[in-house]
């Protein structure tokens, strides 16, 4: 099986632009998170969707939002870029049913904020 | 979730066992131990979990004590390849979709 995809792997952007990152989950997974990876806080949860549904959500600002779409696809996004939110943003993704089932992480994208 | 202690780092020679520990004093009885670890500039990734008996797959064992408050991860015959930050994460079973909560791990260097 292929494992989660991420999209793009590098993006560079300026202060004040918008970015979107794609997430493509494991065949058979619906639930998709998202987690934030700075030096500083280390990782901390974004959102979860599934069912195209957010489930919950991290303590982050409303400039971070997400989808997911029916195939369990997800985008994350987020406005008015900030120095600080430089950073890798992870995607992982989990079968739903299975109570103890672990995450599947991708190998992230990494946006630079200049 | 409970919350977990680990070393900040740890040495270990190529091909001997590297034994991480973690500290879950207060775990409860619905909660599992996960172990993952994340090489540079890759996405964490899953090892091993368990309850209360002692796991163990193709990658890993995870030994865990009988009161529960503390387990190691044993990877038995380490390679450079094992360099990364391991993290020990407990969490309810039935969470839905309660999150991960990520410690600061433990940087393990596997030395040639």
């Known amino acids: 099986k292929a494992g989660v995809t991420q999209t793009p792997r590098y993006l560079i952007k300026t202060r004040g632009q918008q970015v979107t990152l794609s997430c493509s989950p494991i065949s058979g997974h619906r639930s998709v998170s998202w987690y934030q990876q700075t030096p500083g806080q280390g990782l901390q949860f974004l959102f979860e969707?599934?069912?195209?549904?957010?489930?919950n959500k991290g303590n982050f600002p409303g400039r971070f939002s997400g989808r997911q779409f029916s195939n369990s696809r997800s985008e994350m996004n987020v406005s008015t870029l900030e120095l600080g939110d430089s950073a890798l943003y992870l995607c992982?993704?989990?079968?739903?049913?299975?109570?103890?089932?672990?995450?599947?992480f991708g190998n992230g994208t990494r946006l630079t904020v200049t | 979730d409970a919350k977990t202690t680990q070393p900040p780092s740890m040495d270990c020679a190529e091909g001997r066992a590297a034994n991480l520990p973690c500290n879950h004093s207060?775990?409860?009885?619905?909660?599992?131990v996960y172990w993952y670890r994340q090489i540079h500039s890759q996405g964490p990734q899953y090892i091993i979990h368990?309850?209360?008996n002692n796991e163990t797959n193709e990658m890993a064992s995870l030994i865990i004590t009988e009161d529960r408050k503390s387990s190691t991860l044993i990877l038995p015959h380490a390679t450079l390849r094992d360099t990364a930050v391991y993290y020990c994460i407990v969490r309810a079973k039935n969470s839905g979709n309660t999150p991960l909560v990520f410690g600061k791990g433990t940087r393990l260097s596997v030395i040639a």
């Open positions: 992982a993704s989990r079968p739903l049913g299975a109570i103890d089932s672990p995450l599947h």
């Open positions: 368990g309850l209360k």
């Open positions: 969707y599934f069912s195209e549904t957010q489930r």
């Open positions: 207060t775990i409860s009885g619905n909660e599992y």
